[in-house]
């Protein structure tokens, strides 16, 4: 059984932890942030150590088992989807079950290990975001939709365009409507400075009614 100071250093490195994690999704203005993902980690570390001092004698794990289960339900919380079907806060949630995680590590007496581990996602979290804003800006994936007067080969001629600027794509739909306009949908993948100059030549396009990217 951990005494009653062990118990005190767990809880108070819990906090600490947690801490981390969250001070840095509250920089990144998420949902969950500093007090949330601090509370989860005390909340898993109390549970671990309850499972220690109360749970079966062959069986301490059953009370910490179930943190697993809850912290699923507040994972999902997280998660939602943007007007463009674009699912967000799945990085969000990582955070709170890796956060539970590190407070069940504290709790059962790995404080150290726990410690490393905290480190390690502070180094994922910054070291990964650097490498997805390069891999953003050599390789992005838009949407476009045109709204432009119809004419012969009116689509064909924005695919040029795309062409010209290194753009590869694919026409996703098209659709008339009255006499004299015509809308396209591509999916447009390229690096971010062709898609800049492109989209700038669009825009500049006195036969563009409408212009979505």
Not at 79 to 88: E, L, M, R, T
Not at 89 to 107: E, F, K, R
């Amino acid at each position: 059984m951990p005494s009653t100071e062990d118990i005190a250093w767990r809880l108070l490195l819990a906090v600490v932890v947690g801490g981390i994690i969250g001070a840095e999704r509250e920089y990144r203005s998420k949902s969950a942030g500093f007090r949330t993902l601090t509370l989860i980690c005390l909340g898993a570390c109390m549970f671990t150590i309850l499972s220690q001092l109360i749970g079966s004698e062959h069986a301490p794990e059953r009370i910490a088992s179930n943190i697993v289960v809850g912290i699923g339900f507040v994972g999902a919380g997280v998660i939602f989807k943007s007007d463009h079907s674009k699912v967000n806060g799945i990085t969000t949630a990582a955070m709170i079950w890796v956060t539970a995680a590190l407070g069940m590590g504290i709790g059962a007496g790995y404080k150290l290990i726990s410690f490393m581990a905290c480190l390690l996602v502070i180094i994922v979290i910054f070291l990964f975001s650097l490498l997805e804003g390069w891999i953003d800006r050599v390789n992005q994936i838009r949407n476009y939709r045109i709204v432009c007067t119809f004419e012969n080969e009116t689509l064909h001629r924005f695919e040029l365009l795309f062409q010209s600027h290194h753009l590869s794509f694919r026409r996703s739909r098209q659709s008339k409507t009255g006499a004299d306009i015509i809308a396209g949908e591509w999916i447009v993948q390229g690096a971010e400075k062709d898609h800049r100059h492109c989209i700038h030549e669009i825009l500049r396009d006195p036969t563009v009614k409408a212009f979505e990217f």
